[in-house]
């Protein structure tokens, strides 16, 4: 059983996939590396015939409080944003019971995809949470679990993420959630946007060039009959099958004691962590330059501040010294004047002594002349009162 999505979508895809997720304002929290949940939700939206993208649904999301604490979904609030879908969420801390795996593939059956959260690196014992969409389920093998992961929007199985520490998908199933709605025709119909897909597909060449294929060489648009579709589509499962087949025993060879299934996976474990290192380490890259660079830009305000002050300094003690200057010249002027004033001040005590001097001659020689003129007066006035003979 295997529901048939409309669009795939990568949290990578470069219309995005730099976006802030949620209400983060700051590398390293982007759809890119934080993504997963909205680009299945956009997959899911898309499947139940809503106009979605990763980048809408984190739009529509931030607008209706649907995230907490920058990124992190609030449960239950993208059905209230999509009218006529129900998400019903099922925690799973322990293992996955028989009774849950049926409700899971109960849904499948009805259409329903159902969002899985696991383990992105199963060989740490920490959990790396990483959400996917399951569409599909194998009754021959329960871990065989089909599923479009949006880290690349591709199709791939859930064994992918299977290992030493979480062996099988009942122990790598941290939550599932159901999204029920209208489900869509599931027909044979060519999308509508067929044409441009296989426009973009780089393997159309290769493939229309082996007539065991498909037996047209123009390229097919909506009006190619529907048996024509049919036998193109069985040929291509006949070379899926043979190719699995070829795979299958490929895996199954072992080598030092391990099959070459479990190297190939082991090596695609590996690419994919070191890919994702390669991003955290670009954007921490980025993170440091936008850092140096403000760095620098305060180093060069710092500098001018620095030099202005030293400036201003120099000024300051240059009209220190002008008003040193100027005030000991004052002062060796003030020493003149009061030199000046204490020479006048002794020519003018000579002065008082030479008038004192002056004073007493004159009253000396008043003096003698009042005398004279006394007796002088009392001369004639004897001289008067005596009388001739």
């Not at 996955?96 to 899985?116: C, F, H, R």
Request: glycine share 6%.
């Amino acid at each position: 059983m295997r529901i048939n999505l409309a669009t795939l979508f990568s949290q990578w895809d470069g219309r995005w996939n730099t976006n802030f997720l949620g209400y983060n304002t700051v590398a390293p929290y982007t759809i890119h590396n934080y993504g997963c949940l909205i680009s299945c939700l956009a997959m899911i939206g898309k499947y139940y015939g809503f106009d979605d993208t990763p980048a809408t649904v984190n739009k529509d999301l931030k607008d209706n409080s649907g995230f907490v604490g920058g990124g992190l979904y609030v449960w239950g609030k993208y059905p209230t944003m999509r009218k006529g879908l129900v998400e019903k969420v099922v925690n799973t801390p322990d293992p996955l019971t028989d009774a849950q795996y049926a409700v899971i593939k109960e849904a499948l059956s009805k259409g329903y995809p159902v969002m899985l959260q696991i383990d992105y690196e199963p060989k740490t014992v920490p959990t790396d949470m990483h959400y996917v969409l399951c569409i599909g389920y194998d009754e021959a093998d329960e871990n065989n679990l089909t599923i479009a992961d949006p880290l690349g929007g591709q199709i791939k199985s859930l064994k992918n993420y299977l290992g030493w520490y979480r062996p099988s998908m009942r122990k790598t199933i941290e939550q599932f959630c159901i999204y029920e709605g209208k489900v869509p025709a599931q027909t044979g119909a060519l999308p509508s946007d067929y044409a441009d897909t296989v426009n973009k597909a780089t393997k159309w060449d290769s493939t229309v060039s082996d007539n065991r294929v498909l037996n047209i060489k123009d390229r097919p648009s909506q009006n190619v009959p529907f048996e024509e579709l049919v036998g193109f589509v069985e040929n291509i499962k006949k070379e899926r099958d043979e190719a699995r087949n070829s795979l299958t025993n490929i895996k199954q060879v072992e080598v030092e004691g391990h099959t070459v299934g479990y190297y190939m996976t082991e090596l695609g474990n590996r690419v994919e962590q070191v890919e994702r290192l390669k991003e955290e380490k670009d954007q921490i890259q980025k993170s440091y330059d936008t850092y140096k660079t403000e760095i620098s830009k305060g180093t060069e305000i710092a500098d001018a501040q620095r030099k202005a002050d030293k400036q201003l300094i120099e000024s300051l003690q240059d009209k220190v010294e002008e008003q040193g200057k100027a005030l000991g010249q004052a002062n060796i002027d003030n020493e003149a004047q009061k030199k000046t004033i204490n020479d006048k001040e002794n020519s003018i005590l000579g002065l008082k002594d030479e008038l004192k001097k002056a004073q007493a001659q004159s009253v000396s020689n008043m003096n003698v002349y009042d005398v004279l003129s006394l007796l002088v007066a009392k001369v004639i006035s004897t001289l008067k009162g005596t009388k001739l003979t």
